[in-house]
């Protein structure tokens, strides 16, 4: 009997330690789970983002706020938030998965008569966000390229962070891509006397990251596309009507990867 309980003690506790794990064989095949960083704007006062980001429907990793800039941290990096919806970028769905999301106090646009006033962002949370996007760039090994705002990946919905966003001073810091000025002015010169088709353009704004159906034609979609493309490269202009500039920026891009 006694025997009978000391083996079936063994048991148990062979059970209640489990099978053992080995961790000595790593793979090499493997990346980091966050590939991307979106960047939005919240259309609302820092108090209303606060409460719409902690107890609404939605969140976001960070929240840079307007007065002052302080960064707050509302959902851990290892968890989701909420601030991509349906949403495609490199062929990847859902980027909520996939990505860390920052939003940024500003009330985006107001219309006018005259059309669309844009607010612009201040010099303190450009700065802010910089400092936060170094540190979470080198954490996660995240790629240039795969910096991007809520409008490049939703383009039929969504405009955030807007044409004032400062895509080019990110990028002299790093912090996303930015074509070759000279370059540029090379090929736009090719493209005003050779204006490249719908289909072109639907190939490289899909080889860029863009996701867009390959219609050959410059349908409702396709301008949507073109337009988030122009307001994030081009903001001057982001009618979504080709023009050889977009041209050229385009081009660039893709073969200075
Ligand atoms: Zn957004």
Redesign the pocket.
Known sequence: MRLFTCALLLLLAGCASGPRIDRSHVSVNQDNRIQFV?L??TNASQERSLELLTHGEVSSHYLIGDNPPTIYQLVDESRRAW?AGESEWQGRTWLNSSSIGI?IVNPGYQQTPNGRIWYPYSEEQIKALVVLLKDIVKRNNIEPRNIIG?SDIAPSR?L?PGPLFPWKRLADEGLGIWPNANSVARQQARFEVNPPSAAWYQQQLSRLGYTIPQTGEFDVTTRHVLAAFQMHFRPERFDGQPDAQSAAILQVLNTTK
Request: net charge negative.
């Open positions: 979106v939005h704007y601030h939003e809520h969504k955030d």
